[in-house]
């Protein structure tokens, strides 16, 4: 009689388990300033983390509810359990993963400089003497920091660099290659005044942030990531929005 007690338990415990996950919603937070990985259009958070995130969610069995969150505070907001989980384009670092868990990476990228579209900076020792914007406490930020003879200008966002850049405030802007990307020919209004002069060395691999609390959470997105991989939807997301293979 205590063997199917036992079994039967452990068949209740199993069960809940199953229904917690699919019932449960996970608040995603978004730095939506970073086209086209996560940006707001039609007051909507859209782009490329955006979808992968709800394609993760839908493989694991859980809901999203998306939030716009400003940068400078989204790793403080993750730290008071404001939201779940950030997909917010975040660069898997030594330093940031002796304070939260990351999951299997979802992209990878490089650093890019871009350019006014007449600039003749070509290589890294063009950037001597140059003033190169960046958005603070990015992987961007922290390469122009390491820039020898040039002056690094921070921005809270990377739309700010852009513009200062666009009107001749500053020399170029460093930043992620897709977003380099966006700007220099996709954006209407940049597309015809900006330029990409190179790609810095180094590969860089994004991943979805957790509180180092929260297994749970972390082992549901793996779940997710492992399935959108495994099943060609990664794949899809890259060709919809770059047109090619991260």
């Given at each position: 009689?205590?063997?199917?007690?036992?079994?039967?338990?452990?068949c209740?415990?199993c069960?809940?388990?199953?229904?917690?996950?699919?019932?449960?919603?996970l608040?995603?937070?978004?730095?939506?300033?970073?086209?086209?990985?996560?940006?707001?259009?039609?007051?909507?958070?859209?782009?490329?983390?955006?979808?992968?995130?709800?394609?993760?969610?839908?493989?694991?069995?859980?809901k999203?509810?998306?939030?716009?969150?400003?940068w400078?505070?989204?790793?403080a907001?993750?730290?008071?359990?404001?939201?779940?989980?950030?997909?917010?384009?975040?660069?898997?670092?030594?330093?940031?993963?002796?304070?939260?868990?990351?999951?299997?990476p979802?992209?990878?990228?490089?650093?890019?400089?871009?350019?006014?579209?007449?600039?003749?900076?070509?290589?890294?020792?063009?950037?001597?003497?140059?003033?190169?914007?960046?958005?603070?406490?990015t992987?961007?930020?922290?390469?122009?920091?390491?820039?020898?003879?040039?002056?690094?200008?921070?921005?809270?966002?990377?739309?700010?660099?852009?513009?200062?850049?666009?009107?001749?405030?500053?020399?170029?802007?460093?930043?992620?290659?897709?977003?380099?990307?966006?700007?220099?020919?996709?954006?209407?209004?940049?597309?015809?005044?900006?330029?990409?002069?190179?790609?810095?060395?180094?590969?860089?691999?994004?991943?979805?942030?957790?509180?180092?609390?929260?297994?749970?959470?972390?082992?549901?997105?793996?779940?997710?990531?492992?399935?959108?991989?495994?099943?060609?939807?990664?794949?899809?997301?890259?060709?919809?929005?770059?047109?090619?293979?991260?």
């Amino acid at each position: 009689m205590l063997k199917k007690v036992f079994l039967c338990l452990c068949c209740v415990l199993c069960f809940s388990s199953v229904a917690f996950a699919k019932d449960q919603t996970l608040i995603v937070a978004h730095d939506a300033t970073w086209a086209p990985m996560e940006f707001a259009s039609d007051n909507k958070i859209v782009g490329y983390s955006v979808d992968y995130i709800d394609a993760v969610a839908k493989e694991a069995g859980f809901k999203v509810d998306h939030k716009a969150v400003a940068w400078d505070g989204i790793f403080a907001g993750l730290s008071s359990k404001r939201y779940d989980l950030i997909s917010s384009s975040v660069t898997i670092t030594p330093e940031r993963k002796a304070n939260y868990d990351f999951s299997t990476p979802y992209a990878q990228i490089r650093q890019a400089v871009i350019v006014p579209i007449n600039s003749n900076i070509k290589t890294a020792a063009d950037l001597k003497g140059k003033t190169l914007g960046a958005q603070v406490s990015t992987t961007g930020h922290f390469a122009v920091k390491k820039i020898e003879g040039a002056t690094d200008k921070p921005y809270d966002e990377i739309g700010l660099a852009m513009e200062d850049l666009k009107n001749g405030r500053t020399d170029g802007v460093v930043c992620d290659d897709p977003v380099a990307a966006y700007y220099a020919n996709k954006r209407k209004d940049f597309a015809d005044k900006l330029k990409i002069a190179f790609i810095m060395d180094g590969l860089e691999e994004y991943g979805f942030v957790v509180r180092k609390d929260n297994k749970e959470v972390l082992d549901l997105v793996n779940k997710g990531v492992k399935a959108v991989k495994e099943k060609g939807i990664e794949a899809e997301l890259q060709q919809k929005w770059f047109g090619k293979k991260l």
